[in-house]
């Protein structure tokens, strides 16, 4: 009887979970630093009523100020019924951005939500929150992330659940006019439970490089372990803004393709 192989179809799974729900979870850091960058654009915008319209068309982009006081804001980025954006991605639904102070002051805090938030079919749930940490030692600005009571369900009712601590430290781009020249490194870890109800956890163990311009992390590595079973390595190359990673398990390597929508949905 031959052994099982080292990169048997659960390893492979896991590898393809976490992928689908790091492509979803950026994607939604994308939106809201996006719409917060609009929002310190537009300054003092905000009229007596509290309120602006930063955008008209899918999806409407709203601030509205529920105090006298400058701070906090409100940020609704409304995506209604669907509407197929940026990589022909399709979102529906509302995501709510609650912004206590300029995108760059220290300290400053971006705290999201949804209301009933579907990206590609798949709802999307949990709190995210960014906080601005100031500048580190390379004199780069640096945000902590952290994501709890992550949740992606999908169209037949089967969910991935996922939490995190991340920091991102911006290397590129941002004082920069042009969004599509930032780029960050991602470091920390995350836990989660992947479609088949296995637990693991994750480390970035090579940071991550993340380029706006790019679908998908572009280089770094992440090890995935869970109980009873070798480390499961996640290569996402070295920098090259593809759909490829490598995952690693033992002495046996696949290539596998990023995507925005899970395997079982066929797509």
């Not at 300290?107 to 209301?115: C, I, N, P």
């Amino acid at each position: 009887m031959k052994d099982e192989p080292l990169l048997e179809q659960t390893a492979v799974d896991l590898a393809d979970d976490e992928a689908v729900s790091d492509a979803v979870f950026e994607d939604v850091f994308n939106t809201a630093d996006n719409a917060t960058i609009i929002l310190d654009q537009i300054g003092k915008g905000l009229d007596s009523k509290g309120e602006v319209v930063l955008a008209d068309s899918c999806p409407l982009v709203t601030a509205t100020r529920p105090t006298a006081n400058p701070w906090p804001k409100i940020v609704t980025v409304n995506y209604g019924t669907g509407c197929t954006g940026l990589n022909n991605n399709v979102r529906k639904g509302k995501i709510l951005i609650i912004v206590t102070g300029p995108r760059l002051e220290t300290g400053s805090k971006r705290t999201v939500t949804f209301e009933d938030y579907y990206f590609n079919d798949i709802k999307v749930e949990g709190t995210k929150v960014f906080e601005n940490m100031g500048y580190n030692n390379n004199q780069n600005l640096v945000f902590s992330a952290t994501l709890t009571g992550g949740k992606l369900t999908l169209p037949n009712g089967k969910f991935i659940e996922r939490a995190f601590a991340h920091q991102r430290e911006w290397t590129a781009g941002l004082l920069t006019r042009n969004i599509w020249d930032d780029e960050c490194l991602i470091t920390g870890s995350a836990t989660g439970k992947n479609i088949n109800g296995v637990t693991y956890t994750n480390t970035i163990v090579t940071a991550l490089n993340w380029k706006r311009v790019c679908q998908f992390i572009v280089s770094g590595v992440v090890k995935l372990e869970r109980d009873g079973a070798l480390p499961v390595e996640m290569n996402y190359g070295t920098g090259d803004c593809d759909a490829k990673a490598v995952v690693t398990r033992g002495g046996e390597s696949k290539e596998i393709l990023l995507k925005h929508k899970h395997r079982v949905m066929g797509l």
